[in-house]
């Protein structure tokens, strides 16, 4: 990973969110033209700066790296979920995550 790869990041999760670069530079505090310099490699954020951009996209610096993961946010909100389950709700929900899993298998294998 590179300089390079940060500032193509930054800028796909930023459309995700459907945010101009305007308006990020401005909800972060910064001057208007901070995340237009950053995506076109005039500058690059400092380690400060990089979480406030994680945290204005709602996402975990792990997942800022992680670019196989479709949606942070809903993908975070159920780990929060389950880290609040107890033995009994386990017992319930590991069967039917492994009949999704299943039917996922399932239907990636059909032509």
Known sequence: MNEQFVRNRITELRLK???SEYQMSLDLGKNKSYIQGISSGRSM????????????????PLEFFDTEMAEPPQFRRAMELLKELDQEDWEAIIPLLMRLRKEITQKQAEP
């Open 45 to 60: 954020p400092s380690m400060k700066q990089f979480f406030e951009i994680c945290d204005y996209l709602e996402i975990t």
């Open 17 to 19: 969110k459907d945010v």
